[in-house]
């Protein structure tokens, strides 16, 4: 068998997070030309894993268990290859959506999901202000990507239409949808409403993508003529 680049990627990205959780320098590999066979194996079903679930970001799925238990003295390549380690993934993103959001971590990923809904925006060709509306066969596109963590829900706090558009939504197919995150919705509202930093943040950053969105329309209307 014989090793991809993004399996490549993979390792490295695995390489990183091992040695910076412990503290320890690190060099990323560059030769992978006598790699295991067993390492291979793990890498090519870790590349299968993250090709099908596009939404897990590869970076925090190897950071979870080191931020989960801080403790713990190693987390083998093998370890990311069980179901054990996509629970624990998973318990660290919706601790991670319930802290407060004006942590560094969460103004971290407002951003990110602010660059997602810009990108999300100009490739379907619809203006920021319309995300908040735009369905994906009848269900509020927004709520997709709440459920494949690809936008922050204090975020959506930032758009007029957010709360009205949940409302009209059955609570039965929020809470299968969303999980803990619709049984804490009360509790996000609370915290966005009395952040200091995160809704100045991300208000001035819809405000901002609206910009970016109207130049790169504009830039592409003149090249078109």
């Known amino acids: 068998m014989k090793i991809t680049e993004y399996e490549k990627l993979i390792y490295n990205k695995y390489l990183i997070s091992s040695r910076t959780n412990q ?90 999901s602010l660059q997602y809904i810009l990108k999300f925006c100009i490739s379907n060709k619809i203006q920021v202000s319309e995300y908040i509306d735009h369905k994906t066969n009848n269900v509020y596109t927004f709520m997709l990507h709440l459920r494949e963590h690809k936008v922050n829900i204090y975020t959506l706090f930032g758009f007029n239409k957010f709360e009205s558009n949940m409302n009209n939504i059955d609570q039965d197919h929020i809470q299968f949808m969303l999980g803990e995150l619709q049984q804490n919705m009360s509790t996000f509202r609370t915290n966005y409403i009395s952040s200091t930093k995160a809704k100045h943040f991300i208000q001035l950053g819809i405000s901002k993508i609206q910009t970016i969105q109207n130049k790169s329309t504009k830039q592409v209307e003149n090249s078109n003529k």
């Open 23 to 112: 503290n320890k320098p690190f060099k990323l590999r560059k030769d992978f030309s006598d790699i295991d066979e067993n390492t291979l194996h793990l890498l090519k079903k870790l590349s299968l894993f993250f090709n099908k679930f596009t939404h897990v970001s590869v970076d925090d799925f190897f950071n979870a268990p080191w931020a989960i238990y801080p403790d713990h003295n190693v987390f083998d390549l093998k370890f990311y290859s069980t179901q054990r380690a996509l629970k624990i993934y998973t318990l660290y993103i919706n601790r991670r959506s319930a802290s407060r959001p004006d942590t560094e971590e969460q103004l971290y990923d407002i951003k990110k």
